[in-house]
């Protein structure tokens, strides 16, 4: 059975710093992305990750402060978030799919097969 927990979220203020985790179990997935979603709005992309690092994806709303990464002997995924704005504020989940890694459908939530529960990340002005 696979199972996808977030880790790491919280409450901090503009310009402070969060590493959100997501721990899989269950198997191993070629692709591990972050979206979000903010009170209202539709679940947005984040980041994205191949298997062997060597390539990621970043929305233009994060790119140069987020960065995304992983640690296959532990199967976990991991969101850097640096100089964060209260725009960031959203519920944050981490999503795998066993595809291989194309950029093709990769901003989809419907790309991705498995979802993790979530964890709230607020940031106060």
């Given at each position: 059975?696979?199972?996808?927990?977030?880790?790491?979220?919280?409450?901090?203020?503009?310009?402070?710093?969060?590493?959100?985790?997501c721990a899989v179990?269950?198997?191993?997935?070629?692709?591990?992305?972050?979206?979000?979603?903010?009170?209202?709005?539709?679940?947005?992309?984040?980041?994205?990750?191949?298997?062997?690092?060597?390539?990621?994806?970043?929305?233009?709303?994060?790119?140069?402060?987020?960065?995304?990464?992983?640690?296959?002997?532990?199967?976990?995924?991991?969101?850097?978030?640096?100089?964060?704005?209260?725009?960031?504020?959203?519920?944050?989940?981490?999503?795998?799919?066993?595809?291989?890694?194309?950029?093709?459908?990769?901003?989809?939530?419907?790309?991705?097969?498995?979802?993790?529960?979530?964890?709230?990340?607020?940031?106060?002005?």
């Amino acid at each position: 059975q696979v199972q996808l927990v977030e880790s790491g979220g919280g409450l901090v203020q503009a310009g402070g710093s969060l590493r959100l985790s997501c721990a899989v179990s269950g198997r191993t997935f070629n692709t591990m992305g972050w979206f979000r979603q903010a009170p209202g709005k539709e679940r947005d992309f984040v980041a994205v990750i191949s298997w062997g690092a060597g390539s990621t994806y970043y929305a233009d709303s994060v790119k140069g402060r987020f960065t995304i990464s992983r640690d296959n002997a532990k199967n976990t995924v991991y969101l850097q978030m640096n100089s964060l704005k209260p725009e960031d504020t959203a519920v944050y989940y981490c999503a795998v799919h066993g595809r291989p890694f194309a950029l093709a459908g990769m901003r989809s939530p419907r790309s991705y097969d498995y979802w993790g529960q979530g964890t709230q990340v607020t940031v106060s002005s």
